[in-house]
């Protein structure tokens, strides 16, 4: 247990420093590019650990995993809301949560499939543990043929390149309304971008050199903490990224097997296979997500979940407290607390799976957006490589206390959800709004906004398309 755990807390703790460079990487190289790179991590983190010959490179090998599924939880996630529609930018977000599901299972059932080369006792095959890594490389070669963000294409003034990407990403001709529109609002954002970044240079950047760039960097980060509303957002999304993870989702996943037998479960392989019902549910569950959550909305679907495995944790502490000691003579009792902690996983991948991705993703400014979802994604992580390392010594402790914990917690997010604004049906433009910003910063951008779209056409475009 205690080397499980480790190397739980290591990929984690990977992942949080994999999220907090991403946000550069994604500005500095583009965000496919951003994508690509953390793939190299994770090149590099499927070599050490296939090769591994003693524990030191495992564990290394598991760091640089962990730093590259870190870096791609916030590129995927960036990537996802910049070449979205903004109609249907909800359902595409959710995909991500979609994707990694899917992946999950896949990898779960080559695991359980592996751990029968040469048998499951003392005589079993390396190759049980070291074939599953492979599947790895497939992600790399498949980004490449992703089309980059526009956004990025135009900030490098590779205009063409972007209109070719639009027309790949809509499936329109270059010259349809929808395709145009797209455009020259990608075109007036970059012009906005470009003059914010102006306004933040250091005035002495020709002669302080790097000192002048961190200067620069400094304010662009500091711009987060700036106004009341710009802290609201850091923390609304660093507070829900936190329950995310304290709602107990991870130490399901983790240490799901483990907690099977706890329930009763006898057996590496009927614990296995019940662990592999989690990957599959949550994967049939986050489609309903993925395709009414711009309809239903982000806040009610975040409540009813919460809510939801709050009371499915309450019942596993009172299957588990009633019966933790003589779950052999009351299998039916184990079997029901598993079916909850399906239903559990259930209401996970319908809500606080996918929404906190889609909503810490468009609640930032534009000029701030790729930091800001940096900035919440390392809560995720970090908070789950606690999660990671509590959870052992709570199930040995605490035993069904640990269900009496996490329940806590959900409900305690839920209520905190009832104080979060609803982003469902507004624009990303319309975030400053939602979270009440209407200091002097943000009428200033509105305007240089409206100034911006009248000189690229953009204003003119709509009228003649009116006629």
């Known amino acids: 247990m205690r080397g499980l755990m480790c190397l739980c807390k290591i990929l984690n703790l990977g992942a949080w420093l994999g999220t907090m460079q991403n946000g550069w990487a994604s500005e500095k190289f583009g965000r496919r590019r951003s994508i690509t790179f953390a793939c190299l991590f994770l090149f590099l983190g499927t070599a050490l650990q296939t090769g591994a010959r003693n524990p030191a490179f495992l564990f290394v090998g ?25 109609s249907i930018r909800g359902s595409v977000g959710s995909l991500f949560q979609l994707s990694t599901e899917l992946g999950m299972l896949v990898a779960f059932w ?24 492979i599947p790895g490389i497939l992600l790399a070669i498949r980004i490449l043929f992703a089309p980059e963000s526009p956004r990025w294409l135009v900030s490098m003034s590779r205009n063409d390149e972007a209109l070719a990407a639009l027309v790949s990403l809509r499936g329109r001709p270059a010259e349809s309304d929808e395709v145009q529109m797209e455009y020259l609002e990608i075109l007036g954002q970059h012009k906005f971008e470009s003059e914010l970044v102006e306004l933040e240079k250091d ?49 399901v996943l983790f240490y799901a097997p483990t907690i099977f037998q706890e329930l009763g479960l006898s057996g590496t392989t009927v614990s296995l ?5 989690v990957g599959i549910v949550m994967l049939i569950a986050t489609v309903p997500t993925v395709l009414y959550l711009d309809r239903v909305g982000r806040k009610p679907t975040l ?32 079997w029901v607390a598993c079916v909850f902690v399906w239903i559990y996983s259930v209401a996970f991948a319908m809500s606080f799976g996918p929404v906190s991705w889609v909503f810490c993703a468009e609640i930032f400014p534009l000029r701030s957006r790729s930091k800001g979802l940096s900035l919440t994604a390392s ?39 009832c104080f979060i604004p609803e982003t469902a049906g507004h624009s990303l433009e319309d ?23 009248a000189e690229i056409g953009y204003d003119r475009y709509l009228l003649q398309k009116a006629q």
């Open 431 to 453: 975030m400053d709004v939602a979270f009440g910003d209407s200091g002097k910063d943000s009428e200033e951008d509105k305007e240089r906004m409206a100034r911006i779209n």
């Open 303 to 334: 409540i009813v979940g919460a809510l939801a495995m709050g009371v499915c944790h309450a019942i596993i502490a009172g299957l588990s407290g009633s019966y933790q000691d003589s779950w052999l003579t009351h299998k039916a009792a184990g």
């Open 273 to 277: 296979l019940a662990t592999g019902v």
């Open 379 to 417: 809560s995720s992580w970090a908070n789950s490589f606690i999660v990671g390392m509590a959870t052992p010594s709570m199930l040995a402790n605490l035993r069904f206390g640990t269900y009496i914990f996490f329940a806590g917690w959900c409900f305690l997010g839920a209520a905190f959800c």
């Open 62 to 86: 598991r760091f640089f995993t962990g730093f590259g599924v870190g870096a791609l939880s916030v590129g995927t996630s960036l990537y996802n809301t910049e070449i979205s529609p903004s």
């Open 110 to 133: 080559i695991d359980f499939g592996t751990n029968y080369i040469g048998g499951t006792g003392e005589g079993q095959s390396e190759a049980a543990w070291r074939i599953p890594l």
């Open 203 to 251: 005035p002495q950047a020709s002669t302080t050199g790097w000192r002048a760039s961190l200067s620069t960097a400094w304010k662009q980060w500091s711009y987060l903490f700036q106004t009341p509303a710009n802290r609201r957002r850091i923390l609304v999304g660093v507070v829900l990224m936190f329950f995310q993870q304290w709602n107990g989702i991870n130490a």
